[in-house]
T-cell receptor
């Protein structure tokens, strides 16, 4: 099975909170989250390995995450802003891929903030 | 200066032609380089990876890397309408943690 993300589409209003979920590809233990605004390349949010945040990109504390013992992960965004509207991509890899950067992406969760 | 730069295009080529996509990066210590293809409304899909200077060929695709010039390119031979997509250049930085830095992507249109 590949990388599974839920929900695929969601609409929220400013100030609300959202939780996005990701199940990594079978055999993968590392999950990274990316934000892709329209017409832009994906931007790294953070990466989880062994249930800990391993690295974080330039995103505010409103963005938080978690990894569970089964390697699945959640991305939480609090106090939503209009600018948070984007495609949120989950990417999985194995620990051994950390030195190669070969990632497998899910189909993404498209968030619209009104 | 952006960390990874691509011309956003669109790049339009006729069917059967060679499409040439280019990318420059700023971190001289970068070790791994990738090309992802992204169809409209879909997620990125890895199509090529390259780690050392020179050319790497895979079917109709050739990736070229020149670390001295901090330049990566992707050539698509015998372009097909199904190749029409956005091509994202991604660089694995010198921090060696699996974080990829993406360019904004080049949109390729292959016209029948």
């Amino acid at each position: 099975a590949g990388v599974t993300q839920t929900p695929r589409y969601l609409i929220k209003t400013r100030g609300q909170q959202v939780t996005l979920r990701c199940s990594p590809k079978s055999g993968h233990d590392t999950v990274s989250w990316y934000q892709q605004a329209l017409g832009q390349g994906p931007q790294f949010i953070f990466q989880y390995y062994e249930e800990e945040e391993r690295q974080r990109g330039n995103f505010p504390d409103r963005f938080s995450g978690h990894q569970f013992p089964n390697y699945s992960s959640e991305l939480n965004v609090n106090a939503l802003l209009l600018g948070d509207s984007a495609l949120y991509l989950c990417a999985s890899s194995t620990g051994t891929a950390l030195n190669t950067g070969e990632l497998f992406f899910g189909e993404g969760s498209r968030l619209t903030v009104l | 200066q952006k960390e990874v730069e691509q011309n956003s295009g669109p790049l339009s080529v006729p069917e059967g032609a060679i499409a040439s996509l280019n990318c420059t990066y700023s971190d001289r210590g970068s070790q791994s380089f990738f090309w992802y293809r992204q169809y409209s409304g879909k997620s990125p899909e890895l199509i090529m990876s390259i780690y050392s200077n020179g050319d790497k060929e895979d079917g109709r695709f050739t990736a070229q890397l020149n670390k001295a010039s901090q330049y990566v390119s992707l050539l698509i031979r015998d372009s097909q309408p199904s190749d029409s997509a956005t091509y994202l250049c991604a660089v694995h930085g010198s921090s060696n943690t699996g974080k990829l830095i993406f360019g904004q992507g080049t949109t390729l249109q292959v016209k029948p």
